[in-house]
């Protein structure tokens, strides 16, 4: 099925991110508008790699031209996307960094170790977290480091859930090293003992993102105060998506995991515990979370 790339913001965000869309009620009507068009857009970014709208890959790489000034032809998605990256400050080369990690999922996947692990969820999230920061009102650079952490930390969370789906696809985001480099296809055929060696790896994973958790939330205190309870409850509802599948074993094949409206709730009530952290010193960045990043955007 191929992808409406002119699809409201508000409907693509309800249908694709919906632990984003239940935490960006709290946002106010302005940020919450464009929280969904950078939602919206990443998403066309992302259905173009996958090739659900046409020409899509092709069409990409003409984007990545046009942003880095290699190219005067203007796609479409490019003319409409640069005047809400104009006017929200969001940097190019993070734009590109996003662009090359969509791309990056187009050839064959089985990343070799964590640095590759955390360099591929800096480009896909991190930087989603970066460009939030401008489209949230954080004026302090303090707090940018942060949000890379926690998009990284989402997105270690995705893998995580997602490691049959991926398999399916011929993608292994789980490091070669901590599976003695099995193959997609090794991993779906495993079964009983051999199935915990990726369960155990899974676990590993969970608790690599609890760290880069840790950092982002902390960094939340950097956003206004909507912004902060908001993208609170986001990270919340979304961790909780380790938190079961930990509970289960981290049975890894046995289905998708989700978060149901009741944890959702939970999740956010528990959210505002984390307001009084805006009254305390705000947190330094522990520099080893990044040493895998060295040379991308806004990172060190």
């Excluded at 939330?217 to 909507?226: E, N, Q, S």
């Excluded at 509802?237 to 049975?251: D, H, P, S």
């Amino acid at each position: 099925m191929k992808t409406n790339e002119t699809l409201n913001p508000e409907i693509s965000l309800a249908q694709n991110g919906k632990s984003f869309h239940w935490a960006s009620r709290l946002l106010g009507v302005r940020a919450g508008r464009d929280a969904a068009r950078l939602y919206s857009l990443c998403r066309i970014l992302d259905d173009m790699a996958d090739g659900d709208i046409e020409n899509g890959p092709a069409r990409l790489h003409q984007i990545r031209a046009g942003l880095i000034g290699e190219t005067h032809a203007q796609d479409p998605v490019l003319s409409s996307l640069m005047p809400f990256v104009a006017a929200q400050g969001i940097s190019k080369p993070v734009l590109v960094a996003l662009i090359d990690g969509l791309l990056e999922d187009q050839q064959e996947v089985a990343l070799a170790d964590e640095a590759a692990l955390l360099r591929y969820s800096y480009r896909v999230a991190g930087t989603v977290g970066l460009m939030m920061c401008n489209v949230l009102g954080c004026r302090d650079r303090a707090g940018l480091v942060h949000a890379v952490d926690l998009g990284i930390a989402m997105q270690l969370t995705n893998i995580a859930r997602d490691v049959a789906e991926d398999a399916k696809m011929g993608r292994r985001y789980l490091p070669g090293t901590w599976l003695d480099n099995m193959t997609p296809a090794q991993i779906l055929a495993t079964q009983g003992p051999q199935r915990e060696v990726i369960s155990s790896a899974v676990a590993r994973l969970l608790r690599l993102a609890d760290i880069y958790y840790a950092s982002g939330t902390a960094g939340l205190v950097y956003l206004p105060l909507r912004a902060h309870l908001a993208i609170t409850v986001a990270a919340r509802v979304y961790r909780q998506i380790g938190v079961q599948l930990a509970a289960k074993g981290c049975r890894w094949y046995g289905g998708r995991e989700v978060t149901s409206k009741p944890v959702k709730l939970v999740c956010s009530i528990k959210a505002m515990t984390s307001l009084p952290d805006r009254a305390r010193a705000h947190p330094s960045h522990d520099a080893s979370l990044h040493i895998a990043l060295k040379g991308l955007p806004h990172v060190g």
